[in-house]
């Protein structure tokens, strides 16, 4: 093997190994946009409907427990940094959770594919996280 194509395989498999990592792993949005049928929403890494919740204020979550359970919150890890309209708030428990806009972000339980938004409208205070 010639010295260019043993340094070409070196830097390919550094890169493999350091694009997994959690350093480059951050610069990454925690979230995109979808096509729905309700037009362009946010959604996790899955492609499952983010939404927001009427009764979270101040940047911060009113939705725990069995509530949190139904509307799984979009996680951050702890070393987490904001990024643009993206921002972090502390949930009661001291987890952290994704928020856009200031608007904490959840999944809903019973949306079962990608695409789906069945959570919006519920109780007329849950509705689609709009980019």
């Given at each position: 093997m010639t010295s260019a194509l043993r340094i070409t395989a070196l830097a390919l498999g550094l890169g493999a190994v350091?694009?997994?990592?959690?350093?480059?792993?951050q610069g990454k949005e925690p979230a995109m946009t979808g096509k729905t049928a309700m037009g362009p929403v946010l959604t996790d890494a899955k492609g499952m409907t983010l939404y927001v919740f009427d009764k979270d204020a101040g940047g911060k979550s009113a939705c725990n427990g069995q509530c949190a359970t139904?509307?799984?919150?979009?996680?951050?890890d702890a070393s987490a940094k904001p990024m643009g309209k993206y921002t972090i708030v502390t949930r009661d428990d001291g987890t952290k959770q994704?928020?856009?806009?200031?608007k904490p972000l959840y999944t809903w339980a019973k949306?079962?594919?990608a695409g789906d938004t069945t959570g919006?409208?519920?109780?007329?205070v849950w509705h689609v996280a709009k980019p």
């Amino acid at each position: 093997m010639t010295s260019a194509l043993r340094i070409t395989a070196l830097a390919l498999g550094l890169g493999a190994v350091l694009s997994g990592s959690p350093a480059f792993a951050q610069g990454k949005e925690p979230a995109m946009t979808g096509k729905t049928a309700m037009g362009p929403v946010l959604t996790d890494a899955k492609g499952m409907t983010l939404y927001v919740f009427d009764k979270d204020a101040g940047g911060k979550s009113a939705c725990n427990g069995q509530c949190a359970t139904n509307w799984p919150p979009l996680m951050a890890d702890a070393s987490a940094k904001p990024m643009g309209k993206y921002t972090i708030v502390t949930r009661d428990d001291g987890t952290k959770q994704w928020a856009y806009g200031g608007k904490p972000l959840y999944t809903w339980a019973k949306d079962t594919k990608a695409g789906d938004t069945t959570g919006d409208g519920v109780n007329n205070v849950w509705h689609v996280a709009k980019p």
